[in-house]
Structures are given as C-alpha cells and as structure tokens.
C-alpha cells in the first residue's frame, strides 16, 4: 500500500505547505510554553519572596533567642554576686555584735577598748561599702531585668508576625487551589456541555464514537487513503462541530484557560513518501488541517491546538483490516490549556 502511495505521489511538490505547517505548529508549541514558563516564574519568584521574609524573620529569632540567653546568663551571674555580698554583710555584722560585746565587757582596758573601737570603725565602712556594692548590684539586676522583658518582647513581636506571615501565606494557596479547582470545575462543566450538544448534532453515527472524554472521527470520513487534504463530504461534519464550538466559545468565561486539542492518528502499517515520510508526518498534517479549517470557521486561532501520535497510541492492538481502521482516527477533546 505504501508503494503505490509514494508511485502516485511522486509529482507533487508539498514540501513548501509541509514546512510551514510544521513552522506554525512550532511557534504554537514555543509560545504556548513561553506562557507557561512565564507564569511558573511570576509565582516562583513570589514564592521565593515569601521564603526570604521567612529566613530574615528566623535569623531575627535565632539572634534574640541567643541574646536572652547572653542576659539570662550575666543575670545568674549577678545574683550569684548579690548573694556572696549579702552573706559577707552578714558575716560584718555578725562580727560588729561580736566587737560590741567584747568592748562592753573590757572597760577594764582603755587601750583594748580604743583597739576594739578602731576595728568597730573598720567593720562599719567594710558594711558601709558591702551595702554600697549591694545597692548598685540591685541596680544592675533591675537593668537587666528591664532589658530581659524588652528582649522577651522583641522575640513575642517577632514571633507573632512569624505566625501571621506562615498564616498569609497559608491563606494564599489556600485561596490559589480553590481558584484553580473552581476553574477545572467550570471548565469539566462546559466540557460535559460541548459533549452533550455534539451528540445531539452529530446523532448515532457509526463513524464518530466518544472514548472517554474524546469525539473520534475515523480519518476515512475525512481523507482519502495516505492523504492529508480533507475531502469535500468532510465539510458538513466539521461545519456543525465547528458552529457548537463557536457556540461554546461565547459561553465560557475568558479567564478559564481552555482549548480545543485535534490529534492525529494512523494505523500501525509505515508509510514513507516525498510528502510523509513516516506517520508522524502523516498524523500532523491531518491535525493541522482539521484545525485550519476550523480556525477559518471561527474558532480563535488561541483556542485551537494540534498535535500528532503517528501509530504510537492505537485503540486496538490487533493487526486486522477493522482494528487498522479503529487505529485511523482525529480525535477532538477539550482541555486546559
């Protein structure tokens, strides 16, 4: 079969429209994933922005974490002091009773009570400047403490705003995965919508099945054998699924992202010819078509999109005349774009 396609092929020059189709189909394919890059850039970088608010605010956490305990520690060590100065005073006056009551059982001696009365002195201004030590270690303990509070303050605030940053951001996807759930929502709505009114139009034919959520179309409805130049009795079938598509178009809100995706087809057996050399030459060029003609029914140029398989996904695995047939197809299907 092969043969006598590439004999009767070979007179016409179809590489010109053959590049310009795959050119086109290129340009779709690079501007359709120049959009889809974009986007996935714009919520990156969003993204990445919150995650820097994020590891400032934890870097701002970690440093009061390690100064509270810098405070904590100096405070211990201040007590400690306070305590040791407190226990000294204790022991002065201790010693103060003691000296009081040797000088008031040696009035015998006037030299031992001038003695007792030097070293009385000497223990007072030793209290005296333990009590003076003691005042400005409470001072200090009392700053600290003020400073502690402040710093325990700084890191609440800081935690705080932590929380209602992971809250925000939480929020933000939270209202990002609703949206895009209703958009898939509305989109299977419409989807099940443009089904139900193909049926209608197309009726029980023979020729065009639903797989799924695909209309197939045997490419025998549209093509002659090894040909990619729809024939004129594909007009009409093409015309009323064109007219539902229109239709539909109008109905479904601007902002949900969707197309209609033509996919080409072919049966296992290879072809090779000046104009197809294999079916994935073969099943692109269908696609294309189908999309062209749709495109100049007025469908948007936008909502259209081809694509090509070969014999690389067939519906029958068989190797008879009826599962090559069944393999044959264009497939319609409406999805996200």
Request: proline fraction near 3%; charged fraction near 25%; glycine fraction near 8%.
């Amino acid at each position: 079969m092969a043969g006598r396609i590439a004999r009767r092929d070979r007179g016409v020059n179809v590489w010109p429209g053959y590049v310009d189709a795959l050119t086109t189909l290129l340009l779709s394919v690079v501007f359709l994933l120049t959009i889809f890059v974009t986007g996935q850039f714009f919520l990156s970088q969003e993204l990445s922005g919150r995650d820097t608010v994020l590891e400032r605010l934890n870097r701002q956490i970690s440093e009061l974490t390690d100064l509270l305990a810098l405070e904590r520690s100096g405070r211990r060590t201040l007590e400690e002091g306070s305590a040791s100065l407190r226990a000294s005073l204790q022991g002065a006056e201790a010693e103060r009773r003691r000296l009081q009551g040797l000088l008031a059982a040696g009035q015998d001696s006037q030299g031992r009570e001038s003695e007792l009365g030097r070293q009385l002195e000497a223990e007072k201004g030793a209290s005296a400047r333990a009590l003076s030590q003691v005042d400005l270690l409470t001072q200090q303990i009392a700053a600290m403490r003020q400073q502690l509070a402040a710093l325990e303050d700084a890191l609440a605030a800081s935690e705080t705003r932590d929380r209602e940053s992971q809250a925000r951001i939480a929020d933000l996807g939270s209202r990002l995965n609703v949206a895009l759930a209703q958009r898939v929502q509305e989109l299977a709505r419409y989807r099940s919508d443009f089904f139900g009114r193909l049926r209608q139009i197309l009726g029980a034919r023979t020729d065009i099945r639903i797989v799924g959520d695909r209309f197939v179309l045997q490419s025998e409805v549209l093509f002659q054998a090894g040909q990619a130049t729809l024939r004129p009795e594909a007009g009409p079938e093409l015309d009323r699924i064109a007219a539902a598509i229109v239709e539909l178009n109008r109905q479904i809100p601007a902002d949900i992202p969707w197309v209609l995706r033509v996919d080409g087809h072919t049966d296992a057996r290879p072809i090779s010819s000046s104009q197809f050399p294999s079916n994935w030459a073969l099943s692109a060029a269908r696609a294309i078509a189908v999309v062209q003609y749709l495109a100049g029914r007025g469908i948007p140029p936008q909502r259209l999109l081809a694509g090509a398989f070969g014999e690389f996904q067939p519906l029958d695995a068989g190797t008879t005349e009826d599962a090559y047939a069944r393999n044959r197809r264009i497939e319609l299907k409406l999805t996200e774009r």
